[in-house]
């Protein structure tokens, strides 16, 4: 949700009225994250992110010039077509940045000793 604003709204995943849900109020992790940055840009930098970016984050992605993305997951989009068309959308948006699956755990490692905790 928007700061300042978690009280404002349901938290609710189902309702007839796509109003009474979450989904048209929170803000994805990815945005969040580059909205909330604390160094003067993100160009040329890596998100690493639980999940494949939808549509809507691919294109802040793109926008604020970071170049690589690291998901976990992608989400089964077999079942909903709103969730189809979202990833297939943030596919062709970042095709040129080429998102890569985490799986290693030596690259979990190196990441985790990469950073100083002293910056």
């Known amino acids: 949700m928007p700061n300042g604003r978690e009280d404002d709204f349901t938290w609710e995943r189902d309702d007839e009225n796509k109003l009474n849900t979450k989904y048209p109020y929170v803000c994805h992790a990815e945005l969040n994250?580059?909205?909330?940055?604390?160094?003067?840009?993100?160009?040329?930098?890596?998100?690493?992110?639980?999940?494949?970016?939808?549509?809507?984050?691919?294109?802040?992605?793109?926008?604020?010039?970071?170049?690589?993305?690291?998901?976990?997951?992608?989400?089964?989009?077999?079942?909903?077509e709103d969730k189809k068309v979202a990833i297939k959308a943030a596919e062709k948006l970042l095709r040129d940045i080429k998102p890569r699956e985490f799986r290693s755990k030596t690259e979990a490692c190196d990441l985790?000793?990469?950073i100083d905790p002293n910056e």
């Open 33 to 80: 994250a580059i909205m909330n940055k604390t160094s003067v840009d993100v160009k040329g930098c890596t998100v690493y992110v639980t999940r494949f970016p939808c549509n809507e984050c691919a294109k802040a992605i793109i926008q604020s010039g970071i170049t690589d993305v690291v998901y976990l997951s992608k989400p089964k989009i077999e079942d909903e």
């Open 112 to 114: 985790l000793m990469s």
